[in-house]
Every structure is written in C-alpha cells, then in structure tokens.
C-alpha cells in the first residue's frame, strides 16, 4: 500500500517562501516519477512539477523560475521549494507517485498552502 505523506505548508505574505516535503513509504521510489498537483477552491486540480527517475524535471508556466521540485532517494521524500510566492499560488498542495511514469497516480492527503 502506497502511502505519500505531505508537510511543509502554511501562511505567508506575498513574496515569500515555503517548502513543502513530501514523504514516500514503500520500496522502489528511485525509480518512479513524481509530482506535485495544485487545487484552489472552485477549480481543477493542476500540475505544478514533475521529477522523473533521472532528475529531469518539468514545470507550469505559472511557477517557473520560482519554484524547485527535487527529490532525496536515499530519504524517499520529495520537495518543492516555493519562491516568491504570490495569491495566485494558494491552493491544496498534493504529492503524487507515478510509479510507471504513465500519469496514473497515487495522492497524498495534501498540504494548504495561502499566500495573502
């Protein structure tokens, strides 16, 4: 049973930072690919960042140059560093294992994430 354990979120004022850590039970992590998925109230769940296996990462339009998705194997956790953070950002922040790298995902409980 897979189980993603989010932490890190909070309050803070625009133009702030926040990191958010994701953590990973089970074996295999190194291999799988990972993301973090945002949902504000009244709108769709999106894509922030992935990481895949080899540390190629990808992001949103929206939070590039401010945000940094990485991962420690040797931990199994996953992190977001959030830069410069902005109203716009704020939302349910959730970790999410992709564990064939085929977008079908299993979900933390999510962390809150307000910048005011």
């Known amino acids: 049973h897979v189980q993603l354990v989010e932490s890190g979120g909070g309050s803070v004022q625009a133009g702030g930072s926040l990191r958010l850590s994701c953590a990973v039970s089970g074996r295999g992590y190194s291999r799988y690919c990972m993301a973090w998925f945002r949902q504000a109230p009244e709108k769709e769940r999106e894509a922030v960042a992935f990481i895949d296996s080899i540390y190629r990462t990808s992001y949103t339009d929206s939070v590039r140059g401010r945000f940094k998705i990485s991962r420690d194997n040797a931990k199994n956790t996953l992190s977001l560093q959030m830069n410069n953070l902005k109203p716009e950002d704020t939302a349910m922040y959730y970790c999410?294992?992709?564990?064939?790298?085929?977008?079908?995902?299993?979900w933390g409980q999510g962390t809150q994430v307000t910048v005011s």
């Open positions: 999410a294992e992709d564990r064939f790298c085929r977008r079908d995902y299993d």
